[in-house]
């Protein structure tokens, strides 16, 4: 029965193919009928192959609506059940996201696409399908109705399988529907993105185009375009899928003799065989010499002798005869030698204090171990201070009691014993030392000490902060550290050793998320061109998102302006929380994706922001381009006006407008926003810097206050610089104080 209703689709082939219609006008061969004959294709190639179709949208998602009302989540639909219907007939293990119409939540769940999109990825995770394809169609956001095209669309990052299936899908689409153009592109969709298999997503024609939507009306058209998708298919799957498994390294290498890679590339059963040329192996994503027996599939590559401890990834692939790559094998793995040699500094705390020993542990080869390993240390020739420790960095701390003797130091684990010799005459012996910890008697090894204005130091050993002199009553103590700060008098602190405790600050809004800035190119023809004052704008942003504690990431840090495809590859290695386009020009305003939860609250923030801050006036919309529609996350566009060249007033308004930037993402992200204090300073000299902490750093445009929001309460640094010299004083901050400063 499969066989005949196999014979009965390719007869309708024939008598299409066998009587070539006329020439017409490209509009009458839209969606006109099937116009190939797709000879020699062996269909049974498709046996046993488990493919998942998903089509797009459904329930409460409707998709594009065409003009005269066909909702895109029906039109995949039909499409998807003939689809399945042709898949299964030819011996595929074929399966459905949806089956009717229905979204993927729960009835109770309110409208959330993003749950809606993961419940797809999930059931293609369940089934680990050889390829997954999301049925959808088009629609031109600047509703250009004669706009229609094929868009094919594979994971973007996988030049391999992705690519392949999507390149075949496309050939039949474009053949079949009557739409000359049309591309196949890297897509970073969510259900594309989040996919671990082969992975093609479908935009054959634009329902915002009537003609499609008249079309699109008709049962026989939606099974037309699934017959095109299913000969793209049998493509693909005709030339033989290969595939790659790693078997070493292990999981774990604990020793040089695991420094080595095997693993092995066969193609399909009946295949043409691999191309030795394309055998492929990576270490963290750079390429290693290889070794490819093609009668037995089986590849050899060395492992670097002084790969770093930690975690890797071992990456293989390769490409058959038929011009079709494997799924790339993927091990990770964790290189942790054990300890073999200790070294040792540290500090002999004044007044018969103990000693603080921080010791290195390096493995066989000279290198720090992993973090985490696990060691039992004991000092002195009784062993009477015994430590249970792990390492961090390398690094291990310990600390004797006053009085303890110098000796040596033993180290012993699962698989190691080894020992050094301390000597504390060759410590340093400070005339005083301080503990900096925070709150909760944690050491701040990061902190910095300023005492009488002028810099210390920072913490080393643990927290500990060796001093050249003893403190005394009325120094005036200033310790920092981010996100927390501390002001004492020396007459607070017993001498010549104790403990200083930093209250935390509230976490500041912004530590720990991830920023993507996006420079973009531009005009040219200007002194002072648009390409780069989006750089500058970007390197002052990144200084002060850093600066904030966030983590920020430049798609480019020089005057090439990478494409697109790779700039939206950066996205996805990054994961960032947030993406912003960063732009100058004509058409200015802030877009964001329509409905996005954070992108549009944060548009209309920064846009209040800017206004504020510059006087600028910028609109607010809503857009669908590939940076909107394809980040992992929220994104933004800003396009700020292309204003004269005025020098250092230029560039100073380019600072202001990454202030505003920067204090619309607190704002978006605070939790604490009640707690947070800002200062009023009232400067008459344009250009003038303010600092805060040493960190953030603020630029007087004209001549009125300059307001810095967002800060968090405590004593904070203030540093006013101008041409003529500088002012430093310390502020107290109460929650949710409003400091004006002469």
Not at 205 to 232: D, I, M, N, Q
Not at 274 to 293: A, H, Q
Not at 456 to 463: E, L, S, W
Not at 720 to 740: C, D, M, N, S
């Amino acid at each position: 029965m499969k066989t005949l209703r196999i014979l009965a689709l390719l007869l309708l082939f024939f008598s299409s193919c066998a009587k070539p219609p006329p020439p017409e006008e490209p509009l009458d061969r839209l969606y006109r009928g099937i116009a190939e004959m797709p000879r020699d294709l062996d269909l049974s190639r498709l046996a046993g192959r488990t493919i998942l179709i998903d089509p797009g949208h459904g329930g409460r998602f409707s998709g594009t609506v065409g003009l005269d009302g066909l909702a895109e989540k029906d039109v995949n639909l039909g499409v998807a059940l003939y689809l399945w219907g042709l898949l299964r007939d030819a011996g595929a293990d074929a399966h459905l996201t949806r089956a009717s119409d229905r979204d993927l939540l729960a009835e109770s769940e309110e409208p959330n696409l993003e749950k809606d999109l993961a419940a797809r990825v999930a059931i293609a995770d369940s089934l680990e399908p050889d390829l997954f394809l999301s049925i959808h169609h088009n629609a031109d956001a600047d509703t250009n109705r004669e706009r229609n095209r094929v868009e094919t669309y594979h994971r973007a990052g996988d030049e391999g399988p992705s690519l392949d299936a999507a390149r075949a899908i496309h050939a039949h689409l474009v053949r079949n529907l009557g739409i000359p153009e049309g591309d196949v592109l890297p897509g970073n969709f969510y259900v594309l993105r989040e996919s671990r298999f082969p992975a093609v997503l479908g935009e054959p024609s634009y329902l915002s185009h009537p003609p499609v939507e008249k079309k699109l009306l008709l049962a026989e058209k939606r099974r037309l375009e699934a017959e095109a998708y299913f000969f793209g298919i049998a493509e693909y799957f005709a030339r033989g899928v290969p595939s790659a498994v790693i078997e070493e390294p292990r999981e774990t290498v604990r020793g040089p003799s695991g420094l080595r890679f095997a693993g092995t590339v066969v193609d399909d059963e009946g295949g043409s065989g691999i191309d030795p040329t394309t055998v492929r192996v990576s270490l963290d994503g750079k390429p290693l010499r290889t070794r490819f027996d093609p009668s037995t599939g089986r590849v050899l590559a060395a492992l670097p002798p002084l790969l770093p401890p930690g975690e890797h990834r071992a990456g293989l692939r390769a490409r058959n005869l038929g011009g079709n790559e494997s799924l790339e094998a993927e091990r990770i793995f964790h290189v942790r030698f054990p300890p073999a040699r200790l070294l040792a500094e540290g500090l002999a705390l004044p007044g018969n204090g103990g000693l603080v020993i921080e010791l290195r542990v390096e493995d066989e080869r000279g290198l720090a171990v992993a973090d985490g390993t696990d060691l039992e240390a004991t000092i002195g020739p009784s062993g009477n201070d015994s430590f249970r420790v792990e390492t961090l960095n390398g690094r291990v701390l310990l600390a004797t009691r006053a009085g303890s003797p110098p000796g040596r130091i033993q180290a012993r684990g699962e698989d190691f014993r080894i020992e050094t010799f301390v000597d504390p005459a060759r410590f340093e012996r400070p005339e005083a030392a301080i503990l900096l910890t925070d709150e909760n008697g944690r050491p701040l090894e990061d902190a910095e000490l300023r005492v009488n204005g002028e810099w210390i130091g920072r913490a080393r050993f643990g927290g500990w902060m060796p001093l050249p002199s003893p403190l005394a009553a009325g120094d005036r103590i200033f310790v920092e550290t981010a996100g927390s700060a501390a002001a004492a008098d020396g007459a607070s602190l017993a001498m010549p050793i104790d403990t200083l405790r930093v209250p935390a600050f509230p976490p500041p809004p912004l530590r720990g998320k991830r920023v993507l800035l996006d420079p973009d190119g531009g005009r040219a023809d200007d002194p002072f061109p648009s390409a780069a004052r989006s750089l500058l704008l970007a390197i002052y942003l990144e200084e002060m998102l850093r600066d904030a504690g966030a983590e920020a990431f430049l798609t480019r840090a020089g005057d090439a302006v990478p494409s697109l495809d790779r700039r939206l590859g950066a996205a996805r290695e990054v994961r960032p929380d947030f993406w912003i386009t960063l732009s100058f020009g004509d058409s200015i305003g802030v877009r964001h994706f329509p409905g996005s939860r954070e992108g549009t609250p944060a548009a209309s923030a920064i846009a209040r922001a800017l206004e504020e801050r510059l006087g600028a006036d910028l609109p607010v919309s809503a857009g669908t381009d590939r940076v909107l529609r394809e980040t992992p996350c929220p994104a933004l566009r800003l396009r700020l006006p292309m204003e004269k060249d005025e020098g250092r007033r230029t560039r100073g308004r380019i600072r202001g407008a990454a202030h505003a930037v920067l204090d619309a993402l607190a704002e978006r992200f605070d939790e604490t926003p009640a707690d947070r204090a800002a200062l009023v300073l009232r400067i008459s000299l344009p250009g003038a810097l303010v600092r805060i902490d040493d960190s953030c750093t603020y630029q007087a445009i004209g001549g009125d206050s300059l307001v810095i929001r967002g800060l968090s309460p405590g004593p904070r640094r203030v540093r006013v610089e101008t041409p003529e010299g500088f002012e430093e004083f310390i502020v107290e901050l109460a929650p949710g104080e409003r400091r004006v400063l002469p």
